[in-house]
């Protein structure tokens, strides 16, 4: 067939054709006659060949390469491809998050297009120190900032970076917390916990509030800093949960300074003394110190009691730990505000 024939049957430019021939990639092997070059049935096999394999995606030179090389694995090709594929879509995918990033902060003018779209440019430059940089240079105050650097802290993996995009979230205020509120259920535990270090360095009460609402999670990290977040605003229906961590030695300095505030301050003094008394019950040796030096900062007669008891702990280890709690008391360590020992319950 002729250079004609063959463009029209196959659907290929007469142009690449000849730039086929040119490159040696697919030349006619026969000529006509009249000195015209001529395409064998081999030579139309080797061109549908050459834009099959076009069409997975390789150039001009690879395809020669396969092409010469009798030895090239078609399975390694495959591989290849896949690989390339896979990074193409997650260059797309990243552009896709990026222009929702954009589409969510709410720009009005191109000038917060152009604005936002360097934003998250920077923030998902290849160096950490850059990432770094740019969060630590940004102005104050910037509500559109708050969702591109939200989903920049929740991708974030250098922990220095991330400790300045935290920074940066809590001075645009509480615009991102519904962004961080939902990562606190995403099936990646890694945005899990970012989204709970942000919630806790923005420390506002919305904020804090987002935290407690998760105090029955799944994650055992989420759920401990949210009964830390749940017990902070005075919610006595967190105590359980805050004894149980000093038993666990799981955040038990924060979760005993925590009981120590809703002893003080929401009345909550009894619920927490009989609870430790119930968790004293079975409780290890360690777990039993950690659980005395808990009441150090729970005032009232059932904690002095439950220390005093301990006091005659044969663990002597336990035992030191009451008797040097019961004599940093206070003689008249009385829970101030109910009488009745009530735990009260400060609003949500």
């Known amino acids: 067939m002729l250079i004609g024939e063959v463009s029209e049957q196959s659907g290929i430019s007469t142009r690449m054709l000849r730039h086929y021939d040119r490159i040696g990639l697919v030349s006619p092997s026969g000529r006509t006659p009249g000195g015209y070059r001529e395409y064998s049935e081999q030579d139309v096999r080797r061109l549908f060949h050459v834009e099959g394999l076009r069409s997975l995606g390789l150039s001009l030179s690879e395809i020669a390469d396969v092409l ?51 934003l998250v ?5 290849g160096a950490p120190s850059a990432r770094q940089r740019l969060a630590l240079s940004l102005p104050g105050g910037e509500d559109r900032d708050a969702v591109p650097l939200a989903e920049a802290a929740l991708n974030e993996s250098d922990t220095n970076v991330a400790g300045a995009l935290y920074w940066a979230l809590a001075r645009t205020g509480d615009r991102a917390l519904p962004v961080l509120a939902e ?6 535990a890694d945005r899990r916990r970012r989204a709970v270090a942000a919630l806790e360095k923005i420390g506002s009460p919305r904020a804090s509030a987002a935290l407690a609402g998760a105090f029955r999670h799944p994650d055992p990290l ?10 902070a605003r005075g919610r ?3 105590v359980p949960a805050l004894v149980a961590m000093v038993a666990e030695g799981r955040d038990d ?16 003094a009894d619920e927490i003394a009989h609870t430790v008394a119930a968790g004293l019950v079975g409780a290890e040796g360690t777990a039993r110190r950690r659980l005395a030096a808990a009441l150090a900062e729970v005032p009232g007669p059932h904690a002095r ?13 336990v035992a030191l730990t009451a008797s ?6 206070s003689p008249d360590d009385e829970p101030p505000g109910d009488e009745g020992g009530e735990g009260l319950r400060a609003p949500e």
């Open 121 to 125: 440019r920077g923030l998902g430059a």
């Open 222 to 231: 989420v759920r401990r800093r949210a009964v830390l977040a749940r017990g």
């Open 68 to 118: 010469a090389d009798l030895s090239f694995s078609p399975a390694a090709m495959v591989e290849q491809l896949t690989a390339r594929t896979r990074d193409r879509l997650a260059r797309e995918e990243e552009l896709l998050r990026r222009l929702d990033r954009v589409r969510a902060s709410g720009p009005d003018a191109w000038s917060d297009v152009l604005r936002l779209i360097g």
């Open 236 to 238: 006595a229906d967190a």
């Open 253 to 268: 300095a924060e979760a005993a300074d925590v009981l120590g505030l809703l002893a003080r301050l929401h009345g909550c």
């Open 305 to 317: 009691a439950t220390l005093a008891a301990l006091a005659e702990d044969p663990d002597r280890g």
């Open 183 to 188: 990562a606190l259920d995403s099936p990646d």
């Open 324 to 329: 040097f709690v019961l004599g940093a008391r």
